[in-house]
Each structure stands twice: as structure tokens, then as C-alpha cells.
């Protein structure tokens, strides 16, 4: 099932400030192919690979977020199969998503599938490393943004019922 959303205002980035701006160095010299925007959210990510003149595919489990008006955001689960052939797409980004998967590895797996033969995985997750992480570790025991507390409190809606961080980047 897909879907496609009316306008309402700007989609904006579901990242720590500079992200994508990253993503954008990062690609800005890659010649233009197809991309999948695995975990698309609001579409900032993906209006901005279309302005760069990418193709690109967007998914997300909760596509009713999403806000781009010429672009479609196919409902997807992460944690199972991709509904994309093998070999697919040149790129495939990941923009802190993976910490919210069950089964990370199985996600890395099925990108790797449907990634052509020297096509670009680019992955990005939380920093936990950081100090006000660790410190938030030392004097509580919880890396930022992994607060165990949350899993238990009453979610507003289905977007906060699922916008939780279950694995650590430490996984990698």
C-alpha cells in the first residue's frame, strides 16, 4: 500500500540540526542516480535529493507523515523484507531510522540486496558518544535520546507510539 499526502506545510527534517547538510556533502559530487530514502518521514530529505536531481524511491512505516505533494511514500516495515528488486538503486540512505528497528542487521541486509554493485549505503544514527551523552550515562545509566522510562508512557498517537529508539548505535 502507498499513499500521497496533500501539502500542509513544509516537510521538515526528523534529525539532530546538520544532517542533512552532511548527506548533501557527502552526494553533491556523486553523479545523480536512483535513491532509496528508507525511513523518509516528512520528505525533507527526499525534496532535497530531488532538487540535487536524484530518483528518488521514499518509504516509511507511517507515509501519512509524509508532506511532498509530487511524490509518493510507499508504506514499508524496515524490520522486514524490502519490496524492491535486487540491485535497484545506487544509493540507499538511512537517516537516523536504524536505532528504531528491532532487527537492524536484517535492515542492513536487505539495503545491501537492493543496492547495485558499487552502490552507496550511507547510514546515520544518534551519537552517543557525545558528552552530554555520557555524562547522562554516568550520573543515570541511559544514553540520550534511549530513555527506557519512555517505553512505558502512554503514546499520543501512532507516530510516538513507534518513535522509539530500541537499539544503542552501538550495535555497530
Not at 91 to 109: K, N
Not at 144 to 164: C, G, N, P, Q, V
Request: glycine content about 4%; hydrophobic content about 40%.
Amino acid at each position: 500500500m502507498s499513499t500521497t499526502r496533500a501539502l500542509s506545510d513544509e516537510p521538515k527534517p526528523d534529525t539532530a540540526q546538520g544532517v542533512h547538510d552532511t548527506l548533501h556533502e557527502l552526494l553533491k559530487n556523486e553523479r545523480p542516480g536512483k535513491v532509496l530514502d528508507a525511513g523518509a518521514g516528512e520528505g525533507a530529505l527526499t525534496r532535497r535529493l530531488i532538487q540535487m536531481t536524484f530518483g528518488v524511491e521514499a518509504c516509511d512505516l507511517n507515509p501519512e507523515r509524509f508532506k511532498l505533494t509530487a511524490k509518493e511514500c510507499r508504506k514499508v516495515d524496515l524490520n522486514e523484507a524490502l519490496p524492491y528488486s535486487d540491485e535497484s538503486f545506487d544509493f540507499v540512505v538511512c537517516v537516523e531510522t536504524i536505532e528504531h528497528l528491532r532487527d537492524p542487521w536484517h535492515a542492513v541486509s536487505e539495503f545491501r540486496r537492493v543496492l547495485k554493485k558499487n552502490g552507496v549505503l550511507i547510514i546515520t544514527m544518534p551519537n552517543i558518544l557525545c558528552i552530554p551523552s555520557r555524562l547522562l550515562f554516568l550520573f543515570v545509566g541511559e544514553y540520550s535520546y534511549f530513555s527506557h522510562k519512555r517505553l512505558w508512557e502512554e503514546a499520543i498517537d501512532t507516530y510516538h507510539k513507534l518513535d522509539k529508539h530500541v537499539n544503542p548505535p552501538w550495535f555497530f
